[in-house]
């Protein structure tokens, strides 16, 4: 698992070997386990290895079965037995603890390029059939494995880390200004198919890329369904439960494969029920395990009771739980000389709590869990009784109001006026247009427009519920920031939530009474979590700690100084942004999640 490279020179010239060792060898604190490459002529792939399953003990990269078709990438597969059976039937030998990587070269053999629409799971790979001069590329459904690739006149880069691909020669480091004007609206590239650098490109989750003759296509394979029109019904309502209880078990165990494991545990439903079920998977086998949890909380900034509810958890599960006090972290100035940057901008890695917990894990083991995903997982979408009225589906509107009732033993509130306010209000982008930023450069790349674009698209992807899922970038802006191309740790992050036949089931079965206030998960948790958090409410973080500190404190010569850095002046008018800081510390908090994301990319900028 972890970094690969590959190098394909469409001209036919041949691979330079000793840069292709180079960009390996940038990728070996995140893949220490060991670094290979493998060229032949005017193709070379190399990978840094980073074992984090049993089955890969036995891998390695770049692989062939047959000296023809060769791979390398980043893969882990859900529901291995399933795809080994299928393979088995299909006349391929081998056993049960073949690595990941063997069976997507078989699944290649049997299937080509349709093997992707029968793998699921976290994986990016290149494989390159010499018998047709054709390279095949592929990211997984979410896009939880980062895939970059860079096309100049004749070269094709392409890697999991952007840092390696950029250290090919004939990549620039110009910026993608559209790029930088969404990290300074919202805080990452709402874009799935670019990075901040232009000459840098992403596939986008479930799409294949494939060099042919010089040419490239890229196309989708996969999506979620953005309407069910018929729902699955059980006959008996525990069949529903018993389902999701089976899924959700395997799509923890598929995500461990190890005894040693650490999660990001806060007091809600959905990272306390990956915990406890993850221990218990880990623990049914009787051998030594190591599990550790990790909760942030929260002393004054803001107020947060999480602890206290994880603490429940971990008591009951029987697992050890460190807590790391926010605070800590925020009051820091960022580190001026820091010894890694983030190849993206995304915030002061000094100043997050959650970058400690990724390097804590690094000294015992390589899998960190994160709950990420329970909430677009199990939704109700905010428009469900809207469209029931507009569709004239009154007969489902009577059931679905009897199954609500039944399930909580009141009937629904439909708030109607209270959904369209919400509806309308989210369409609508909460600030004005920054006005420090540069009016030249906004008018320039329209990025007016585009602020009105997110916001517009943001509202949707969250009436989708479960198609937001894949649909909408944040996601993916996630998934690569948790990548260790992006932290710079030999961790890899996984996320139970984004499993594609959990979310299937889920988006398959009746809304209600199954995704309203998460009550399928709910029913499956009891005798598993203690009730207090079982039964616990909703709750999010009252407020925003960095931007409550940089309201308490005012402006800092730290701000000062990165107001003042250069390359941020093309985008940003540094007097202008001062005084948005001053009157930020006017307006409050929320005065400073707008002037933030200017302070995190010149910091990047400087660094």
Not at 309 to 330: N, S
Not at 352 to 360: G, I, L, P, Q, Y
Request: with cysteine; hydrophobic share 40%.
């Amino acid at each position: 698992m972890s970094g690969f490279v590959g190098i394909l020179n469409g001209d036919g010239q041949a691979v330079d070997v000793g840069l292709l060792h180079k960009m390996t060898d940038s990728m070996s604190p995140q893949g220490p386990d060991a670094q290979e490459t493998w060229s032949d002529t005017r193709i070379g792939f190399g990978h840094a290895l980073l074992r984090t399953t049993w089955e890969s003990e036995q891998e390695r990269h770049p692989h062939s079965l047959d000296g023809n078709v060769w791979i390398t990438g980043d893969i882990r597969l859900d529901r291995r037995d399933e795809v080994i059976d299928r393979l088995h039937a299909s006349g391929c030998l081998f056993g049960k603890d073949t690595p990941d990587v063997d069976l997507v070269l078989h699944a290649y053999r049997v299937w080509g390029e349709a093997c992707v629409e029968r793998l699921s799971g976290d994986f990016a790979f290149a494989i390159w059939d010499n018998r047709s001069q054709r390279l095949f590329c592929a990211r997984d459904q979410f896009g939880v494995v980062p895939f970059y690739y860079a096309e100049t006149k004749d070269t094709l880069i392409l890697s999991n880390h952007i840092n390696c691909v950029r250290l090919h020669p004939k990549i620039s480091d110009r910026l993608n200004e559209q790029v930088v004007g969404d990290f300074l609206l919202v805080n990452y590239n709402y874009d799935f198919a670019t990075t901040i650098f232009a000459d840098i490109q992403k596939l986008p989750p479930a799409h294949t890329l494939i060099w042919s003759d010089g040419k490239i296509r890229v196309r989708r394979y996969w999506q979620l369904p953005e309407v069910i029109t018929e729902h699955r019904r059980y006959k008996h309502r525990e069949e529903y439960v018993e389902r999701f209880r089976e899924l959700f078990e395997r799509a923890v165990a598929d995500r461990l494969r190890t005894d040693r494991a650490g999660i990001y545990l806060s007091g809600g439903m959905d990272s306390t029920s990956i915990a406890a079920t993850a221990y218990r998977s880990m623990t049914a086998t009787n051998s030594s395990v190591d599990f550790r949890a990790y909760t942030i909380v929260y002393k004054q900034l803001v107020f947060d009771d999480e602890g206290n509810y994880a603490a429940k958890v971990a008591e009951k599960a029987g697992f050890p739980i460190e807590y790391l006090v926010a605070e800590d972290y925020i009051r820091q100035a960022p580190d001026e000389t820091p010894e890694y940057t983030y190849p993206e901008p995304l915030g002061f890695p000094n100043q997050m709590a959650e970058a400690a917990v990724t390097r804590r894990v690094a000294e015992y083991g390589r899998v960190l869990l994160a709950g990420f995903g329970g909430d677009p997982a199990l939704a109700l979408p905010w428009c469900y009784w809207i469209d029931l009225l507009r569709h004239n589906r009154f007969s489902s509107l009577v059931r679905d109001t009897l199954e609500y009732i039944r399930a909580f033993h009141r009937p629904p509130g439909f708030g109607l006026r209270t959904q369209i306010r919400n509806w309308m209000g989210k369409l609508r982008y909460p600030f004005d247009f920054p006005y420090w930023i540069d009016p030249n450069y906004a008018q320039r790349i329209g990025l007016e427009a585009r602020q009105r674009k997110i916001w517009t698209s943001v509202g949707c992807h969250k009436m989708r519920s479960h198609y937001g899922m894949s649909a909408a970038p944040l996601w993916s802006s996630i998934f690569a920031a948790s990548d260790p191309g992006f932290t710079g740790l030999p961790v890899k992050v996984r996320f139970p939530f984004f499993d594609v036949r959990l979310v299937s089931y889920l988006q398959s079965i009746p809304p209600i009474p199954w995704l309203e206030k998460k009550f399928l998960l709910r029913e499956a948790m009891k005798g598993v979590l203690p009730e207090a958090v079982r039964l616990r409410s909703k709750t999010v973080l009252r407020g925003h700690p960095q931007h409550n500190l940089m309201q308490e404190r005012g402006i800092q010569p730290w701000m000062e100084k990165l107001v003042a850095v250069p390359a941020l002046a093309p985008y940003v008018n540094g007097e202008r942004l001062l005084q948005g800081l001053q009157a930020a510390k006017e307006l409050g908090p929320t005065g400073h999640r707008q002037t933030y994301p200017a302070l995190v990319l010149a910091y990047w900028l400087s660094s």
